[in-house]
């Protein structure tokens, strides 16, 4: 059973940055595509970012595109989410998910796809 625990999360101001990682345990990361997603409070769970699993293709939620940046390091079995140009709205818990059953070179934003997923991570940005 894939283990993912995410780090990373803080509290900054607008326009700071910040980089979460995901660390993986057991099972075969490299077979894996993976995902970040969110989840303010009150809210449903929001696709991210995400990333195939040779890192060769990458897909982002309109509201992060050109600000976040999704990257892997296999031979660490870790994900990066580098946020730059923080905003206040990007306020919420960030997970990491991992997407076992993923083809090379594609990524999905369905939460359904995902088969394990971490704790979550805190951000908060104020103003």
């Known amino acids: 059973q894939v283990q993912l625990v995410e780090s990373g999360g803080g509290m900054v101001q607008a326009g700071d940055s910040l980089r979460l990682s995901c660390a993986a345990t057991?099972?075969?990361?490299?077979?894996?595509?993976m995902g970040w997603f969110r989840q303010q409070r009150g809210k449903e769970r929001e696709f991210v970012a995400a990333?195939?699993?040779?890192?060769?293709?990458?897909r982002y939620a309109d509201s992060v595109k050109g600000r976040f940046t999704i990257s892997r390091d296999n031979a660490k079995s870790t994900v990066f989410l580098q946020m730059n140009s923080l905003k206040v709205e990007d306020t919420a818990v960030y997970y990491c998910?991992?997407?076992?059953?993923?083809?090379?070179?594609?990524?999905?934003?369905?939460?359904?796809?995902?088969?394990?997923w971490g704790q979550g991570t805190q951000v908060t940005v104020s103003s």
């Open positions: 057991r099972g075969t990361f490299s077979l894996y595509s």
């Open positions: 998910a991992a997407d076992v059953a993923s083809m090379t070179g594609t990524t999905t934003a369905s939460p359904r796809d995902y088969d394990y």
């Open positions: 990333l195939s699993r040779n890192g060769g293709s990458t």
